[in-house]
């Protein structure tokens, strides 16, 4: 598992420890490694349909450890264009590479401006010591 | 509220959650590989929060016998009894241990935060001092196939000399102290029962023995998952809601040949049981957590009281309670998984 401190740069992360890498049109989603650390090993992950179509702060999916359930929100409003299909066999992803191998979905979004309006790797960062 | 041992799981650094008051070790580096330590090598578990009461002479065992279902005159001297205390409608107040390391002296284990009540019961029942010890004592929890191989090392007492549950007075270990073969993780085991301020040394020397062994600290999340996998009730979980020893499946723990608070009660329910505890495996995608509905025919039939993903099985397992025409094994069931019906089915107890 890996220690729950890695703050990617040139990423962007919300307050309920989520990334997004803009591609284009396109956001790819995922848990950051304060979070994995936090859930602990993941055992279940629960993926959203290809096509569902999402508002910003709308749940995407669960994430459950052996201890505990969490919702996955949507840091954007868009469509859901590609699921991350090998967490569902090895959810172990999200710990060992939360931000490679271990991506989430990825959202078309509506407006790619709104990724502009979440904290920065620095940002998530201050907000993490902070707490 | 925190163990004598803090420090030390502080120091091995523990996350820790709240359970019945108390700041507890729930894992140590991975609930997962803790689990799998016990299994294929050895853990050690605090489990001070457990609750430690001595009744000592000649009135200690029939006060015992008169309130619990086991009866205590029938445990030899190094003997142990898993039992129950029970309500006069036969329902389960908290199940315990009763160990008798010395002729004349028992000591038993009621749950974490339960030594007040059972105390209190007791005395209230039978008139009978019972010694709340439990600030005063550590029980250290040492699991798992290569435990036997140290104890002697780490204890200093003879592992061959200590049959299954049995156990033995250990003074070496400090006053009071002994030593069982029993556990709650369905390994081979021992349980050291020692002065609080000898903990943390036992501990430390359970981990540098078993170093190159891997054994490892354990936390609470682990003896979860272990315990799950064999079945065992946990109060709080399996006896919330008020149920008897037989509907929880603990019928063989019963001494009916003697009279006990609840005994009454109990032939009276021999006949017809409400519901029964079952095992319910999951064969669908998802896990089945403590308050999922259980589901039959489209109708609500009962309510996980446990759920878990079972590291060993990798599948969805859970403990509820259904009426008697649901109990048998193989029988299909639904699991409400958050709004999804997951297919599962009665299976049998132990899951592993």
């Not at chain 1, 591609?23 to 979070?35: C, L, M, P, S, Y």
């Not at chain 2, 160990?99 to 008139?127: L, Q």
């Not at chain 2, 556990?183 to 349980?191: C, I, K, L, P």
């Not at chain 2, 603990?250 to 329910?269: M, P, S, T, Y």
Request: hydrophobic fraction near 35%; glycine fraction near 12%.
């Amino acid at each position: 598992m890996s220690g729950g401190n890695e703050v990617r740069p040139g990423l962007k992360y919300t307050k309920e420890h989520e990334w997004l890498k803009v591609e284009g049109h396109n956001a790819r989603i995922g848990i950051t490694d304060h979070a994995q650390h936090a859930l602990t090993d993941v055992v279940f992950v629960e993926l959203p349909k290809k096509g569902k179509k999402v508002k910003t702060g709308e749940t995407l999916g669960v994430v459950e450890s052996v201890k505990s359930v969490s919702d996955i929100f949507s840091p954007v409003a868009g469509e859901v264009v590609e699921t991350n299909g090998p967490l569902e066999d090895d959810p172990g992803l999200i710990n060992q590479k939360p931000y490679d191998d271990g991506w989430y979905v990825v959202i078309k979004m509506n407006d790619p401006k709104e990724a502009d309006k979440l904290m920065t790797g620095d940002q998530y960062k201050a907000s993490l010591q902070s707490h | 509220m925190r163990t004598p041992i803090y420090p030390l799981h502080a120091k091995l650094g523990a996350r820790f959650v709240d359970f019945a008051g108390y700041d507890m070790p729930v894992m140590f580096t991975s609930i997962l590989e803790e689990h799998e330590a016990v299994r294929n090598a050895a853990g050690v578990f605090d489990v001070s929060h457990m609750s430690n009461v001595w009744l000592r002479g000649p009135d200690a065992a029939a006060a015992l016998g008169k309130t619990m279902m086991c009866d205590a005159t029938k445990v030899p001297v190094g003997g142990t009894k898993y039992t129950a205390v029970l309500r006069d409608d036969g329902t389960i107040i908290d199940d315990l241990y009763v160990f008798r390391p010395t002729e004349k002296d028992y000591h038993i284990v009621p749950n974490a935060g339960m030594n007040k009540e059972v105390c209190d019961w007791i005395s209230s029942k039978t008139g009978t001092r019972v010694e709340d010890v439990t600030t005063e004592t550590c029980i250290i929890a040492f699991q798992g196939p290569k435990a036997k191989d140290m104890m002697g090392r780490v204890s200093g007492y003879d592992p061959a000399l200590i049959k299954p549950f049995r156990c033995v007075d250990a003074p070496r270990l400090g006053k009071g102290a002994f030593i069982s073969r029993t556990g709650y993780t369905g390994e081979d085991g021992f349980e050291l029962f020692v002065p609080a301020g000898s903990g943390i040394g036992i501990v430390e020397r359970i981990l540098e023995a078993g170093k190159s062994h891997g054994v490892r600290p354990c936390g609470l999340g682990a003896r979860d998952t272990l315990r799950l996998e064999k079945g065992y009730c946990l109060a709080g979980h399996e006896f919330a809601a008020g149920v008897t020893p037989l509907q929880a499946g603990l019928d063989r723990f019963v001494n009916w040949d003697h009279d006990f608070i609840g005994r009454k009660a109990l032939e009276r329910q021999k006949a017809a049981l409400p519901n029964r505890l079952v095992g319910v495996k999951v064969s669908g995608r998802g896990i089945p957590r403590q308050g999922c509905k259980i589901v039959a025919g489209g109708k609500v039939i009962g309510t996980l009281t446990s759920g878990t993903m079972s590291p060993t099985l990798k599948v969805g397992i859970g403990l509820g309670y259904v009426p008697p025409q649901h109990t048998a094994r193989g029988t299909k069931v639904d699991v409400m998984i958050r709004d999804s019906a997951v297919p599962a089915e009665i299976a049998e107890i132990p899951f592993l």
